[in-house]
């Protein structure tokens, strides 16, 4: 366990003892940073492919200053280089975490754990908009993470435990139970927190009742994303072919990481393509990703939505949401909306496990929309806000439920995916900002959703009513952000034969 104590320096930041070591970091604006922590060791040589283990302690006092590497992955493919910036830094120590804080000499501050998006293959904690400084600003202790991606993360390798990127969270989530009070953090006030494949992970984690975390939201993410073994076996299987290795732990370990990133990168944008369920297996195609948690009966033993549905973490707090037009962020910048034909849109969707019904009803109600508009209408109701209803009328009583609709200049993009971050972030500036946002989005937003945000990990109460009944959703759109009784209703009913 960790000790509280810290001790001024000369620069006037404070040194903090933590489980393994002391660490230094930095003042800007009154908040202090310690960035590149090691929460457990490199996960190469000895330790690849394993679970996490711990970090070797060190002597003296670490320089905290600086993010630390990241995990290994590829660079995203235009135009999404530049629409979502991804730091690559390189170095073996990538199993680490940033933490910001207003006071690391406090007692008892509310804690906020970030864990990134990017399909389970890119993010890290050191991408800009992720900065934690406002939360510490408006006095919380904000904690952001790296964990293993892609191949080295999630890919279901014989040999080897399932997984591991995702046991490397919950290894994150207990250094900050073990070290965050030594920061002013409370570690019985945490609030873990993400988007897309981050909040498919807050699912996850919410689903394995941990008790590691008081609170929880989940921004875009869904509770179905889990693979059967036997079809993650055929994403392994078809790699290691390409690659021209066993599909095995020790067949894949014969190569360096960076080697296995072409092909990983490959085999993703084919299954996001064309979401074959008699390619890849049917929990592959429902996800169109290629490396996502696997059911191994271990570390995962149900799917998440199940499993909260049937009362895991019931007793922790969850506020849940979605972006109007999600999809659009994956079909608009890349030119593939202009392109497609109302003849894809059964396949794609049929691909994905959509009903028929469910399809045809959406041709009859949304006549207006072209091809490609209607695929990203599908997609983004299948994908993302039917799970999260799901997750929400799963969960119970302590639920609250958003929706951010505010429409991005940028053209098409409408309220897409990934366009709520620097609002929530309060970091209407960063690159990844202003690439969706453009260079004039309304700050009022942003004061309004990164305040809902802390309200509900301080006080478990975002502002607005629970989900509940009457299907209670704020409607976030920089205009009325106002509370909307079951919104879309008839297109929710689509898909579920409740009322």
Not at 231 to 259: K, N, S
Not at 352 to 372: C, N, S, W
Not at 415 to 439: I, K, M, T, W
Request: overall charge negative.
């Amino acid at each position: 366990m960790a000790m509280a104590a810290t001790e001024a320096t000369d620069t006037g930041a404070a040194v903090v003892q933590t489980a393994y070591g002391k660490v230094r970091g930095s003042v800007t604006g009154g908040v202090s940073a310690y960035l590149g922590i090691p929460y457990a060791a490199p996960p190469f040589g000895a330790n690849r492919f394993r679970p996490p283990q711990p970090p070797r302690p060190w002597d003296g006092v670490r320089d905290a200053t600086a993010y630390g590497p990241t995990a290994p992955k590829p660079p995203y493919p235009r135009p999404y280089d530049r629409l979502l910036p991804d730091p690559a830094i390189p170095g073996e120590d990538c199993l680490n975490l940033n933490v910001w804080t207003p006071d690391p000499g406090a007692t008892g501050l509310p804690v906020m754990v970030w864990i990134h998006g990017g399909a389970f293959r890119n993010g890290s904690g050191a991408v800009d908009i992720y900065n934690g400084a406002n939360f510490a600003r408006d006095g919380v202790v904000c904690v952001t993470l790296n964990y293993r991606l892609g191949v080295e993360g999630f890919a279901h390798l014989p040999g080897a435990p399932a997984n591991r990127g995702l046991r490397d969270q919950i290894a994150a989530l207990e250094w900050v139970r073990d070290n965050i009070a030594a920061f002013g953090g409370d570690p019985g006030q945490v609030t873990v927190f993400g988007e897309s494949a981050g909040a498919m992970s807050v699912l996850t984690l919410l689903s394995l009742d941990l008790g590691l975390f008081r609170r929880a939201i989940a921004q875009s993410g869904s509770g179905a994303v889990a693979q059967k073994p036997e079809d993650a076996l055929l994403v392994t299987t078809e790699m290691a072919a390409r690659l021209g290795v066993e599909p095995t732990a020790a067949g894949f370990a014969a190569l360096d990481p960076a080697a296995i990133l072409p092909v990983q990168a490959a085999v993703a944008a084919e299954v996001a393509m064309l979401p074959d369920p008699g390619r890849w297996g049917a929990s592959t195609a429902a996800t169109a990703m290629s490396l996502v948690p696997v059911l191994d009966g271990e570390s995962l033993p149900h799917r998440p939505e199940d499993a909260i549905a049937a009362g895991a973490g019931r007793d922790v707090d969850l506020l849940i949401g979605t972006t109007t037009d999600e999809f659009r962020l994956f079909l608009m910048p890349n030119g593939l909306a202009a392109v497609a034909t109302h003849d894809l849109i059964g396949p794609v969707a049929a691909g994905m496990g959509f009903p028929p019904e469910v399809i045809a009803g959406y041709r009859a109600a949304h006549p207006e929309l072209t091809a490609g508009e209607l695929i990203a209408a599908l997609c983004t109701d299948g994908m993302f806000r039917m799970p999260s209803i799901r997750v929400a009328e799963g969960h119970g009583e302590r639920t609250w439920m958003y929706e951010f609709a505010w429409r991005s200049p940028e053209p098409g993009l409408g309220a897409c995916h990934a366009l709520e971050l620097g609002f929530v972030f309060d970091n209407l500036r960063s690159p990844e900002a202003e690439g969706l946002a453009g260079p004039n989005p309304p700050q009022g937003l942003a004061d309004a959703m990164h305040r809902a945000w802390i309200d509900f990990a301080v006080h478990g109460d975002p502002g607005w009513r629970r989900y509940g009944p009457g299907r209670a959703v704020r409607v976030f759109d920089g205009a009325a952000d106002e509370v909307v009784p079951d919104p879309r209703a008839d297109d929710r009913r689509l898909w579920f034969t409740a009322p």
